[in-house]
């Protein structure tokens, strides 16, 4: 075999190769492993590494011959010697005696001995280094896997740093995605239990976290998944760039309350991408709080058409909106108790009306522009120049000239 790191250390002088051609000349595979058996029982002496060894040879050949007694007995005597080798410190020869024999069912108690002391990277090298001298099939990686993960679970089901390097080493993307973000949701918890403005620390580790599972998300194509990730660590960042700010952990009325008071869209979309309020209903009623601030909301609708669509559902509830507010306050008396103050009470209609026609202006849709423009009232204007170009014929037609085809039927000349 080319490969030669995982078949029996010098003292054996016969490879694990070596062993199953000259195997091939005894007829009973079993007798093979009673001595085999035999050699690590009155042994006397016998290094570690040769021992292991030796009970992986004898285990493969009561493997082949379906030898269930020779099993029992060699997994009995593995027990006994198992004492000896973690008294010594000798983690290396557990890990090769566990992987090179393979019943991880029977041997259980060796994956948990390494763990409990530190050894799993040690146990993933030496399987990964049998698996490739052995061409190891993926039944048996499954396998060892589900034993390294359920060992791991019982004896040290907190360490989640070795749980990361389990998910890494066996490329599971999405466990491994998962794991980020529950430490980056750990992370953050961590800070708001003590939610110092001034320290953000665990903040920044959460942010993290958030950035690699969606890395991960994005190598298996989970769009949805990618998104959310993107979302929770953009909202950690405006947390650390706004500490003034409780961005984070807010109740759905307080996440949409803090969305409709943004002036800024580019923290609005961050809000309500987080909080799952990226809905044009929603919007409207962010849009709607603008209104009496024609320069703010024309800077904020400039940026959001470059990112979001002005949805007709949406454009169609301002408009509603709109019309409410011009008939309920229409003696000017006094302001909406939805809008903020922005003038005089007296130039509430010029700062609605300059808002509105803003929306209107970015309305490519003339049908549409119309239509809102008839909800809204007031604007005869628009709805005057929306008919006209609807009306309008183009330039480019020529004048419609008719004959008489086949069959008495007239046809269309251009």
């Not at 080798?85 to 992987?99: K, N, P, Q, W």
């Not at 589900?146 to 993307?173: E, R």
């Not at 809905?279 to 603008?290: K, T």
Request: proline share 3%; net charge negative; hydrophobic share 45%.
């Amino acid at each position: 075999m080319d490969s030669q790191k995982e078949e029996g250390p010098a003292p054996l002088l016969w490879r694990f190769s070596d062993f199953l051609k000259w195997a091939e000349l005894c007829p009973s595979e079993q007798e093979i492993g009673h001595s085999l058996m035999r050699l690590v029982i009155t042994g006397q002496e016998i290094p570690h590494a040769c021992e292991v060894e030796l009970l992986i040879l004898s285990h493969h050949f009561y493997k082949l011959s379906s030898c269930l007694d020779g099993v029992d007995v060699l997994v009995a005597l593995a027990a006994t010697r198992v004492e000896a080798y973690v008294s010594e410190g000798d983690f290396s020869c557990l890990a090769r005696l566990i992987t090179g024999v393979g019943n991880f069912h029977a041997l259980n108690f060796i994956l948990g001995i390494l763990i409990e002391n530190g050894q799993l990277d040690l146990l993933l090298q030496k399987y990964s280094a049998a698996a490739d001298a052995n061409a190891g099939t993926a039944e048996a990686v499954r396998g060892f896997r589900m034993a390294v993960l359920t060992s791991l679970k019982h004896f040290n089901p907190n360490d989640l740093d070795a749980f990361a390097m389990v998910y890494n080493h066996f490329d599971m993307k999405h466990e491994t995605a998962a794991l980020l973000e529950s430490r980056a949701e750990q992370s953050s918890e961590q800070w708001f239990s003590h939610y110092d403005k001034d320290q953000n620390e665990d903040l920044l580790d959460s942010m993290r976290y958030y950035i690699e599972a969606a890395e991960v998300h994005k190598s298996i194509d989970a769009g949805n998944k990618t998104r959310r990730a993107c979302a929770q660590a953009s909202l950690v960042s405006l947390q650390i760039r706004m500490p003034d700010f409780q961005w984070l952990y807010r109740s759905e009325t307080n996440a949409r309350r803090a969305l409709v008071e943004q002036s800024r869209f580019q923290e609005a979309l961050i809000v309500a991408a987080a909080y799952g309020l990226n809905q044009p209903s929603e919007w409207a009623l962010v849009l709607w709080n603008q209104m009496l601030k024609p320069e703010v909301l024309e800077e904020f609708v400039a940026e959001f058409v470059a990112v979001l669509p002005l949805q007709p559902s949406m454009l169609v509830d301002l408009a509603r909106f709109y019309r409410a507010e011009v008939a309920a306050r229409g003696d000017q008396s006094q302001f909406s108790v939805w809008l903020t103050g922005g003038g005089l009470p007296a130039e509430w209609a010029k700062y609605l009306g300059r808002s509105f026609r803003c929306l209107l202006k970015r309305t490519r849709d003339l049908k549409l522009r119309l239509q809102l423009a008839t909800v809204a009232t007031g604007f005869g204007d628009v709805m005057d120049a929306c008919m006209k170009s609807l009306d309008r014929v183009p330039d480019n037609v020529g004048p419609l000239v008719l004959r008489k085809g086949h069959g008495g039927a007239y046809l269309p000349l251009m």
